[in-house]
């Protein structure tokens, strides 16, 4: 989760990760965005250090992706999943987390939506927007922000309490 809410990778950007993507100890990890043919690198935030430090070591697989099956009721890891399965399978844990959070109907995409709005909203500048999501123009950075329920929000002349 940390993936698509702290650094809005896309699904697919997730589903083809490996090992090696990852340097625990620079708190980096480089990955492929193929819908744009961009590589990039990112500081993991430090939840995504928690989480991604543990399952390196001792549960993610040597090579290939990262993404294992569930053995059900288990809490066993299987095998390794491909990248289409991977895809499918996330998609369907975002959404099954999302209806333990009581939010029905989240999707992956809904994350990468949020975490643009964050980021917008704490004034980050557009073009660091822009560079973070592999996005060419301001114009699909606006796509992703929310609009906020009280349009003058956080405008010069508005003091927020």
Not at 4 to 12: A, E, F, I, K, T
Not at 136 to 156: C, F, K, Q, V, W
Request: charged share 25%.
């Amino acid at each position: 989760m940390c993936l698509l809410l702290d650094h809005g990778l896309r699904v697919s950007e997730i589903a083809i990760l490996t090992r090696k993507a990852f340097d625990i100890k620079s708190g980096t990890f480089t990955f492929y965005r193929p819908k744009v043919n961009k590589t990039q690198t990112h500081e993991m935030t430090p939840d995504t250090r928690r989480a991604a430090g543990p399952y390196l070591k001792h549960d993610a697989p040597a090579d290939g992706i990262l993404w294992r099956k569930s053995c059900k009721g288990t809490g066993k890891l299987g095998t390794q999943l491909s990248e289409k399965s991977a895809t499918r399978a996330l998609t369907k844990r975002v959404e099954l987390l999302g209806r333990h959070a009581g939010i029905e109907g989240l999707s992956a995409h809904d994350c990468r939506h949020y975490d643009a709005t964050f980021e917008a909203r704490n004034g980050t500048p557009i073009d660091r927007i822009m560079d973070k999501f592999g996005w060419n123009s301001p114009a699909m950075a606006l796509r992703y922000i929310e609009s906020a329920h009280i349009a003058n929000e956080g405008t010069a002349r508005v003091k927020t309490l």
